[in-house]
């Protein structure tokens, strides 16, 4: 005579019940804001192609900020447009730049509020790639060791300027190391590094390559950003940064990288961060336009799966939207 087997009953679950045995929560501690200022505006810009973000001023902001901080966000990441772009991105670590500007109107309004920057070259690039580039016939290389000497040079003027954390994304080998001997020889310890550990090269970037004004004039980024096919190498780059002094690593983008999120928060229990990039927002903004998806539940949906596979901090264009549904 067979034995039956039992398994215990699920329970239908009224709302409060749900609640009540939810294993994954949602905070807008959870949640960073990306905020792109300029120096060429006198007021916010639209980007077309990520509905809800906007270009700001470098007058408008700290309020921008603030408005952010009001609503429960504890910090922001930083991007700068720069007036004018050179070959040498002297605007990424002038005393006077963009962001080392919006960071002391930040800091002057919000000093609470966590400032986080984003390292990198391409904004301030003429060429809109990550690093000083050398040109032969019809290849061009990007010159690692001379472009960590200026990143080295951004972090210590954002520091200087008042940023909490440095977030170098230009994934240069080397660059974090170099960047905390640094900050630590000029007084700056207790200044953070959050490392784009395992940044992949992504179709899904082309939304912030408008709002950044950051489109490479020539090639691409494969040659220095992660082949989208490699795990096992995404695990050696964290494990580098980490080695280096990495404070929090960074897995982007989001949901194609989901496995990737999982094994390095797995692997190295270290504050993981992960990006929903702008192509992942622009998209399901276009289909919550088109009535295919309804944008609340999908971003709420979206949001627990990332915390579920790891993410202790979640950069996401939806923030601001995120903290007050989550006041209701």
Known sequence: MRRLLHRPRRLRRSPALRNLVRETQLSAYDFVLPLFVSQKLERRRPIANMPGVFQLSLKEIADEAKRAQDLGLQAILLFGIPEKKDEQASGAYAE????????????????DLVAITDVCLCEYMSHGHCGVTRIDGDHFHVLN??????LVKTALSHAASGADLVAPSDMMDGRIGAIREALDADGFDQTGIMSYAAKFASVFYGPFREAAESPPQF?????YQMDYANADEALLEVALDIDEGADI????PALPYIDILWR??????KPTAVYHVSGEYAMLKAAAGQGIVEERPAVFEIMTALRRAGADIIITYWARELAEWLRE
Do not use: W, Y
């Not at 060791?145 to 200026?150: C, K, N, P, Q, R």
């Not at 090639?219 to 040659?223: A, I, V």
């Open 145 to 150: 060791d001379e472009t960590v000497e200026l």
């Open 264 to 269: 390095v928060h797995e692997r190295f229990g």
């Open 219 to 223: 090639g691409d980024r494969r040659s």
């Open 96 to 111: 006077n730049g963009v962001v080392q500007e919006a960071l002391k109107a930040i800091k002057s309004k919000c000093p």
């Open 249 to 252: 690593i960074m897995v982007k």
